[in-house]
Nanobody, 123 residues
Framework: QVQLVESGGGLVQAGGSLRLSCAASGRTFSMGWFRQAPGKEREFVAAISWGGGTTSYADSAKGRFTISRDNAKNTMGLQMNSLKPEDTAVYYC???????????????????WGQGTQVTVSS
């Protein structure tokens, strides 16, 4: 019912910036960004409400990352500044359209996922 496609990943030096985008097809409630490094579990990065007025960030992302969405275009973005080597991971766009509206922070709360985009930060 919902399809998601991420883009914008790449290789940057520490301290640099990247902007990720997620193009969605279909209706969504809240959306979020997650990331997964090799050998580690997928972890929460940021989430945003349907209207974009409410956001939440992992402690590791606060002050450096900004999540946004444009419902007219049905897209979601993640602006990443001051990148660190530990930010290296595959970043996934996630969405849900069931249950009560509101932010969710677990991978198990999201039914729809993009294919992922690689972000590599060199030291």
């Amino acid at each position: 019912q919902v399809q998601l496609v991420e883009s914008g990943g790449g290789l940057v030096q520490a301290g640099g910036s990247l902007r990720l985008s997620c193009a969605a097809s279909g209706r969504t409630f809240s959306m979020g960004w997650f990331r997964q490094a090799p050998g580690k579990e997928r972890e929460f990065v940021a989430a945003i409400s349907w209207g974009g007025g409410t956001t939440s960030y992992a402690d590791s992302a606060k002050g450096r990352f900004t999540i946004s969405r444009d419902n007219a275009k049905n897209t979601m973005g993640l602006q990443m500044n001051s990148l660190k080597p530990e930010d290296t991971a595959v970043y996934y766009c996630a969405a849900r359209n069931t249950g009560l509206p509101g932010l969710r922070f677990s991978t198990r709360d999201y039914a729809y996922w993009g294919q992922g985009t690689q972000v590599t930060v060199s030291s």
